[in-house]
């Protein structure tokens, strides 16, 4: 079993920037942070496969990064110019495999950090 631990959350205005950080406990071939907005549902918003494939959702391509350092089993998700929108609860993801879109194809959870931009 994967352990997932995320930090870095907090609140910012608008235009600011946050480190997400995932300490796991072991390294996967996919690791992804997901985000959930109050009342809606969770989606994928960027994910790394082996050592830097990336992908971003259009929401957040060109304002976020992400990466990871394999010697320290940890990610991260840089969050720069942030907006009202992005107010979400953040979680990272991991599964061996490849990297899947939906919530549902990843096995291993962190219990989420919490994003709050305000205008």
């Known amino acids: 079993q994967v352990q997932l631990v995320e930090s870095g959350g907090g609140s910012v205005q608008a235009g600011g920037s946050l480190r997400l950080s995932c300490a796991a406990s072991?390294?996967?071939?996919?690791v992804s942070w997901f985000r959930q907005p109050p009342e809606k549902e969770r989606v994928k918003i960027a994910s790394?496969?082996?050592?830097?494939?990336?992908h971003y959702a259009n929401s957040v391509k060109g304002r976020f990064a992400i990466s990871r350092d394999n010697a320290k089993n940890t990610l991260y998700l840089q969050l720069n110019n942030l907006k009202p929108e992005d107010t979400a609860m953040y979680y990272c993801a991991a599964r061996r495999g490849a990297c899947y879109t939906l919530p549902d194809q990843f096995p291993f959870w962190g219990q989420g950090t919490q994003v709050t931009v305000s205008s």
């Open positions: 072991e390294y996967t071939y996919c």
């Open positions: 790394i496969e082996g050592q830097s494939t990336t």
